[in-house]
């Protein structure tokens, strides 16, 4: 759900690119001749112009059905959704370059619209680059590389990427990457400063007291991290992290990845009024988070299988200092403190396998994919989970960048359900 100030701003974005359409649309359809009426921006400009702006993206549209699923009796069962996610490429020279995406995106009825990342990056030279505004994270390497759907081999995300996300999907703030050899080697990294997550004491979320929020949207969890807030930074201090990767292999074949983040997410409140009562909020001004985690990849032909084996991970580790939250909740009317050992994690790893050596095309154009994924969340908040993840999928490509997918995913702990999901997903 967006709130007002979210919904303005993107409104004002999407009719800021309709103009910038519409203007460049009108210059095109104009004459060459001598008398054509005059433009805003002659033929010559906006050809310049078109050439140096991409537009690529991608698109998705899907059918899920599910079995079961005893945490939410009221969950629609069988619906079709879709995402739609624009993404505009501007060379504004030989060294700066903008990136912006809109998604849009149906969730069981329900559409939201919101800006994905804007940045703009500079290229100091071939081992550095200087990014800035709000790009995605490279905490890791899923959302950064893997999580748009005709790239993903599976049409869900793993536990903690997607609607459970424990990570942040993008950072606002500025930071350098690159890369360089070493020896037969390669190594890349990235660097960067950030608002980082806020730490929620359940005032502005309902029931999600020590968790970090990334963005303002309804959730049910306590004590949780807010990472896509981090438009906006709710103290002075900023996040600071980065990731190294290292490929020791000459063919690439192997990447090696760790990360880490640390934050102080907190803020120093007044007073929180419950029942007409005045009651000391504890102050959470100096409270840390730490995010740290590895990543894996590595992708090689089998001669024998007759294919190519993708195989993929991350393991994440979110560690939150010590707090006392304020349960408000409590239906005879009483407020009382808890606390909780605020760690969670989760992790998955991926198999997929490709084939390409077999006289049918139809077999040469497919590929099976599993994934585990497991996720843990704090023992005593309102927002604990411990639940284990099993999907398995087969993907029949299209062409190169268009695939349709189908998928069983199974959920064991305290949430258990089922579902199948149908997908048709589209790069262009």
Known sequence: MLNKSGLKSNIAIIIASIFLIAVNSI??????????????????????????????????????KDFSDITNKNRVSAYFDYAFSPIMLWKLSNRFFMESELEIKS????????????DVSFIVNKFMTIQAGNFL?????????????????????????GHDDLLPITET????????SVLKS???????????????????IPRTEGMLLYEDEDTSLFGFLNFRQNYRD??????????????????????????????????KYGAHTHSGSSLDVPDYSKVRSRLYGFDFSYLTKVSFLKGMIDIKGQWNKIKTDYA?????????GVVWSYSFANHSVDYYAQCSYRLFSFENNIINKSDICFRYSYMKTPKGSLWEKDIKQYTLGINYWLNW????????RMETGNRERQAIFLQWAMGF
């Open 173 to 180: 703030g500025a930071g350098i990457r690159g890369g360089f």
């Open 401 to 408: 960048h268009s695939v349709l997918k189908l998928a069983f």
């Open 137 to 161: 994270t490279p905490l890791g390497t899923y959302q950064e590389r893997l999580h748009p759907m005709w790239i993903n081999k599976l049409p869900d995300f793993p536990l903690g990427f």
């Open 107 to 118: 969730d069981r009825g329900k559409t939201h619209i919101k800006v994905g990342y804007v």
């Open 186 to 204: 390669k190594l890349n990294y990235a660097l960067f400063v950030s608002n980082g997550p806020q730490l929620s004491d359940g005032g502005h």
């Open 234 to 267: 709710n103290n002075s201090n900023k996040a600071m992290g980065g990731r190294i990767g290292i490929l020791p292999f000459p063919n690439s074949s192997l990447e090696l990845g760790v990360w880490a983040e640390s934050a102080i997410v907190g803020a």
């Open 27 to 64: 210059c095109f359809s104009q004459s060459t001749g001598k008398d054509s009426a005059q433009c805003i921006i002659s033929n010559s400009d906006a050809k310049k112009i078109n050439k140096r702006i991409l537009l690529t993206g991608n698109f998705y549209t899907q059918f899920r």
């Open 324 to 332: 006392k939250y304020l349960n408000t909740y409590d239906t005879s």
